[in-house]
């Protein structure tokens, strides 16, 4: 017994030795940030899903496993022969194959898996088709769960919820939101858009923040912005019935103001009713955040421009004299130094990617 007592002391005092005498030739050293950190470029293939003529519902990749039944991010509808097909945009992988897993929403119960090893090359995609053998219920929502294979044996998950919906008219929905989408980005023509509104005087009508079904036309029309949409809008689809169908678009949108070229992202909103004689617009709403640049700011009257924005009240921590400041927008941080009268991004998460004349920024929550 005090053997074992004096190896615990001797090991004690080694230790303790040990910190000391290492700790003497250990040096604090002090590293400045000269530039911002940001997050590398996006490694993970983006994929999208093709019903028909209309590709919908792009998804991005998780790392780790999630329990399919509990995301529902997106709805996809299938007809009668209950097939879709995968678009895959490698970025800088080789996707070598493709495997799919559907399952019960309620229980998480498997129902079928495959694999899919035969991928076609369409332009600069690849793609994979998943006809489902098993016999689906029409009006149920399944839950999907996709995984690619690389040529590194590297596996990323994307998960998306399906439905068979053969009678659905969701392209025709589709194309009548895009439409409308497209007519009142021209005041030229929006107009036509009016019998779709019901205007209430009792609207705010005082941003461009957020604009619903119930807004000015004015406010519904952009109002004096005159903006143009930068890269291509996939739809999302978040409900899917025979007759009513939610669509989702998400895009960036640039426009020449007072203080310069400025960028804004939008959430687009629609959900439409289709009859045989014409289509209801149900309810319409859009949301638009200014990102912030620090170009279009005045540090000489340490004033910063935040633009359009449904959060007014920044995230923002100060020092005891109020001299640094750290501030949140648009998932970046900044950081302003009031005596030096200077300000540096000190990381972000969007990626910017030159786009011919324009700039396009890809923000992924």
Do not use: C
Request: aromatic content about 12%; overall charge negative.
């Amino acid at each position: 017994m005090l053997k074992h007592i004096y190896k615990a002391i001797i090991l004690v005092f080694i230790f303790g030795a040990s910190v000391y005498y290492f700790s003497k030739d250990m040096k604090e050293q002090v590293f400045e940030a000269a530039q911002t950190i940001e997050m590398s470029e996006t490694s993970f293939p983006v994929i999208s899903l093709q019903i028909g003529n209309e590709e919908i519902n792009q998804l991005h990749g998780y790392s780790n496993n999630l329990p399919p039944n509990l995301v529902r991010e997106s709805i996809t509808p299938l007809g009668s022969d209950q097939s879709v097909i995968v678009v895959i945009d490698e970025k800088e992988n080789e996707v070598k194959r493709v495997i799919y897993e559907l399952r019960s929403v309620t229980d998480n119960k498997l129902l079928e898996t495959d694999t899919i090893n035969a991928l076609e090359k369409v332009e600069e995609n690849k793609t994979a088709k998943i006809k489902f053998k098993t016999e689906l219920n029409e009006k149920q929502e399944y839950a999907l769960k996709i995984t690619l294979v690389t040529d590194k044996s590297r596996k990323m998950n994307y998960y998306t919820r399906v439905k068979l919906e053969p009678n659905s008219y969701h392209e025709e929905q589709i194309a009548f939101a895009m439409n409308f989408h497209n007519t009142i980005l021209d005041k030229s023509k929006a107009e036509e858009m009016i019998i779709y509104m019901e205007p209430q005087s009792d609207s705010e009508n005082t941003s461009l923040a957020y604009v619903d079904i119930h807004s000015s036309f004015d406010l519904v029309s952009w109002g004096g912005l005159e903006p143009e949409v930068v890269g291509n809008i996939i739809p999302t689809i978040t409900e899917v019935t025979s007759d009513i169908g939610s669509i989702v678009f998400r895009y960036t949108v640039s426009a020449q103001t007072a203080s310069g070229m400025e960028y804004y992202q939008v959430k687009e909103f629609f959900r439409i009713r289709y009859t045989s004689s014409r289509m209801y617009l149900l309810n319409y709403e859009r949301t638009m955040e200014s990102v912030f640049d620090l170009s279009l700011t005045s540090l000489n009257k340490s004033e910063f421009k935040i633009g359009i924005t449904n959060d007014p009240e920044i995230a923002l921590a100060s020092s005891a004299d109020g001299n640094k400041i750290a501030f949140v927008r648009q998932q970046e941080l900044w950081y302003y130094n009031r005596p030096e009268n200077s300000a540096v991004r000190v990381f972000s998460f969007r990626q910017e990617v030159e786009k011919t004349v324009l700039k396009k920024w890809f923000i992924y929550p």
